[in-house]
């Protein structure tokens, strides 16, 4: 029986908050040649500190490994940009995100803020270190085949 919380087979992508979600995939693509899945746009219950809110988090991942996840800024939340637009978590695929969130929490990992499901953690949740890592993990049964998820959102080209 293994004792770690997460596995680093797991680890998934690097998730950056930014500004202007559009305008730093652009950057991203002229200066590294990143490619980009569509973006992503849906409106979450989220339990943070101050309670539970429904917001509309938007992001996109790179194509190309290891992959990126840009966020849509939400300020006022724990998706704020760093100021120097620095790395803002690391995500992890888990099996069970309550179970996994309650361990990192007795790890000394604060959960910071959580996908909700019927008033229940669910979907991801993330978790900062007082190193002042912060973790994300997400329900691998809702991205079972990540290469396949990054396929479905490719975008297509335009055929005139």
Do not use: N
């Amino acid at each position: 029986m293994t004792t770690q919380l997460l596995s680093a087979a797991d680890f998934y992508h690097t998730g950056i908050v930014v500004p202007d979600l559009e305008a730093a995939m652009a950057r991203m693509s002229e200066v590294a040649g990143h490619r980009w899945t569509e973006v992503v746009a849906y409106e979450m219950p989220v339990r943070l500190a101050e309670g539970e809110r429904v917001l509309l988090l938007r992001f996109a991942y790179s194509l190309d490994a290891p992959h990126l996840e840009l966020v849509q800024e939400i300020p006022g939340t724990p998706w704020s940009a760093a100021p120097q637009g620095a790395a803002h978590h690391l995500g992890y695929f888990c099996d069970d995100v309550p179970t996994t969130s309650k361990r990192l929490e007795a790890a000394g990992f604060a959960l910071e803020a959580c996908a909700t499901v019927d008033g229940t953690p669910s979907v991801f949740a993330y978790h900062l270190a007082p190193s002042g890592i912060r973790v994300e993990i997400v329900e691998r049964a809702r991205i079972p085949d990540f290469a396949a998820y990054l396929r479905e959102r490719t975008p297509q080209p335009q055929t005139v």
